[in-house]
């Protein structure tokens, strides 16, 4: 079992490599718009399908698929903008984990614990409804690729080749189970905690009165 001070400088080593992945891919993502690549080039992104593919007596099945596309200059400038948003976002985000934890080991029950907590629920929150957006996004993708046709039409001169839909919703139907909800689950455990540390909050500051109370009457 870890002790506080072993598992804080393990939690300090693994915050200072993840900001040393950020600062790395922030450099590499600003060299890219340095020369000009992401509003130049067509984007490129991979969806998840569901094709299964049969040659002779051998079964494949192919569950994902390069999407190319080439919207117009002001979506990808956008692109570019919620890109760097989210690199702003990344770094204040690592400056108040930081923060945070190295507070949680020394006063757990410190009112801005609970306020970081709440907050990230919020962005928990914030992130479930990206989630639900993009599940529309990823069904036009998928109808713009048009994945079966592309496998159909590549393999109909083959011959004993046959090519049939796993999963109807691998291919852009609106499915429960595709509904990601860990950021929901995030924020529910968030709160959780953060009720909790209320709670204890509360229970410590009547003990600290009661307490003086007492030295009081003695």
């Known amino acids: 079992m870890l002790h506080p001070e072993s598992a804080r400088i ?14 790395l891919f922030s450099l590499g993502f600003l060299w890219t718009l340095l020369t000009g690549s992401p509003l130049s080039h067509p984007l ?10 049969r040659l002779d007596d051998q079964h494949f099945r192919i569950t994902e698929m390069s999407v190319t596309l080439n919207p117009p200059v002001w979506i990808k400038v956008l692109g570019v903008a919620a890109s760097l948003g989210l690199l702003t976002f990344l770094f204040v985000a690592y400056s108040r984990v930081k923060t945070f934890f190295n507070r949680l080991m020394f006063d757990p029950f410190d009112p801005a614990n609970i306020r970081d907590l709440h907050l990230a629920a919020r962005i928990a929150l914030f992130c479930q409804v990206l989630v639900l957006i993009g599940v529309p996004l990823r069904w036009w993708a998928i109808q713009q690729a048009q994945p079966y046709d592309v ?5 109909k001169d083959v011959p004993d080749a046959s090519v049939f839909l796993a999963s109807r919703t691998s291919l852009g139907a609106l499915s429960v189970l595709e509904l990601g909800v860990a950021p929901l689950l995030t924020a529910a455990v968030l709160a959780i905690f953060a009720a909790v540390l209320q709670q ?19």
Do not use: D, Q
Request: hydrophobic fraction near 55%.
């Open 200 to 218: 204890a909050c509360v229970l410590r500051e009547e003990e600290r009165k009661l307490r003086h109370e007492h030295e009081l009457t003695v």
């Open 10 to 23: 393990v939690l300090n080593w693994v915050l200072n490599l993840g900001m040393l992945f950020l600062v």
């Open 44 to 53: 490129s992104f991979a969806v998840p399908v569901g094709i299964a593919l």
């Open 151 to 155: 496998v159909h039409t590549a393999l």
